[in-house]
């Protein structure tokens, strides 16, 4: 988990006027101001790491002392860094859409209630968890939908930004619908099926691809993926037939991924392999994939790397952590921001969805549901606990297709999608002009 330093210094320097001040407690909303360009909605990820922070962000001894070495802070008294700082836990409450959860322009994923300097101070590290998640497992449901039912597997270790971001981005791609991954770590970690083949140097480091091939296949027997495309693809399948071995699959990494699926098809089931599988890689993403799938090229699975683990069309997901109440002298006051461009919802909120009507509803959260409507946002963590037992990752990943799913066709399709409505209640649109007067 972060350290309880993966914050701003501009979170520190609040917290200490707050809790200078002695200020109560505020509600915070964590949403997307917009939707990327290539997204019609986006797989709300990275909860449970988000209320694993929550539950276990202290600030040891050392980060105390960096902090009093830091020059914007010298002026702070000491009992901020003693009592308050040396004492830190977070004791707030969240209320949070289910991972796997679609989620659209302004509606909370999560909201955090807690003391004003808690939720400041927690507030870099919570972002950039649900937002980082958020962004890959709405990249892979784009990629498993374009797949058409074969399996995508996650291969974008070697390009993520690191290899922490590796690890969250295999999680995020099996939630969003990728059948493996790569990654050794991820896959301990989470308990994420793990798949992986054989890379050129393998080949190219034995005296021939037919040498390379059978010491491979010693190896890992019917099991074994073996690479075709280092030399000449074509050539390559040939020996495979000709050397009496039974792969479970080949792979092809480039090349005219179409034309060679079909020539490659065509000797290993002239050899007798009709069950070797081919699979495919190379620089794709989900618009190739949708390519491949619609000219009926014989591909069995698809290896999704870059595009993958990076988002690289949405690498960067706009996500806000903006205050809608706050506590003052033990009453609460709705708060929200009229900035161009930047305005806010004041208040407590809840998302109502209605399947029947293909929309949804943010409006307050003590109102009474709309006809057809089911609330996305529910309590999972109550001073500072969680409340109930994280649901297995795979769970997840199986209510995320079912939910996805339920969207609306058009709002599901790759390319031109349609838009989906998102209404915001009459109460709602009250209380936050009534707090835009003040």
């Not at 073996?226 to 480039?254: K, Q, W």
């Not at 390319?415 to 003040?438: C, F, H, I, W």
């Amino acid at each position: 988990m972060p350290s309880a330093l993966s914050t701003d210094l501009y979170e520190v320097t609040m917290a200490a006027g707050f809790v200078e001040g002695d200020h109560g407690r505020g509600t915070f909303d964590l949403y997307v101001r917009t939707l990327p360009e290539t997204r019609s909605f986006l797989v709300a990820a990275g909860l449970e790491q988000g209320l694993a922070y929550l539950e276990t962000v202290r600030f040891t001894a050392a980060e105390v002392a960096y902090l009093r070495t830091v020059p914007a802070l010298a002026e702070l008294p000491a009992a901020f860094f003693d009592d308050y700082l040396a004492r830190f836990r977070f004791t707030g409450e969240v209320w949070a859409m289910d991972e796997g959860t679609p989620v659209f322009a302004n509606e909370p994923i999560l909201s955090i209630t807690a003391p004003l300097a808690e939720a400041q101070l927690v507030e870099t590290a919570v972002l950039a968890i649900v937002g980082f998640q958020t962004s890959i497992a709405s990249k892979a449901v784009r990629v498993a939908a374009a797949a058409a039912g074969r399996p995508a597997i996650e291969f974008g270790g070697r390009r993520a930004h690191g290899t922490e971001a590796a690890m969250w981005a295999a999680r995020a791609a099996f939630l969003g619908g990728c059948e493996a991954t790569s990654n050794l770590a991820a896959g301990r970690a989470f308990d994420i099926p793990v798949s992986g083949t054989m890379a050129h140097s393998w080949v190219m480091a034995h005296d021939g691809e037919e040498e390379a091939f059978r010491r491979y296949a010693d190896l890992f027997g019917d099991q074994a993926v073996l690479l075709l495309d280092t030399y000449d693809t074509c050539e390559a399948a040939r020996r495979v037939v000709s050397s009496g071995l039974t792969p479970a699959a080949v792979r092809l990494d480039s090349g005219d991924l179409g034309a060679l699926s079909r020539d490659v098809r065509g000797i290993l089931d002239g050899g007798g392999l009709r069950g070797t599988r081919i699979l495919v890689s190379g620089d794709l993403d989900e618009y190739r994939i949708a390519s491949l799938v619609a000219s009926g090229a014989p591909v069995d699975g698809f290896g999704v790397g870059t595009a993958l683990s990076t988002s690289n069309d949405a690498p960067a997901l706009g996500v806000v952590y903006k205050l809608a109440e706050v506590e003052r002298a033990g009453s609460w006051m709705a708060t929200a921001k009229s900035s161009p461009g930047k305005a806010t919802w004041a208040g407590r909120k809840q998302v109502w969805r209605m399947p029947a009507d293909g929309r949804d509803r943010v409006g307050l959260r003590d109102e009474r549901a709309p006809a057809g409507g089911h609330g996305l946002l529910r309590c999972v963590m109550r001073d500072g606990t969680r409340v109930g037992d994280a649901p297995a990752l795979a769970d997840r990943r199986a209510a995320c297709q079912a939910a996805v799913a339920g969207l609306p066709a058009g709002v599901r399709r790759l390319e031109n999608p349609l838009g989906y409505q998102v209404e915001v209640s009459d109460a709602l649109r009250a209380l936050s002009k009534a707090a835009m007067t003040r």
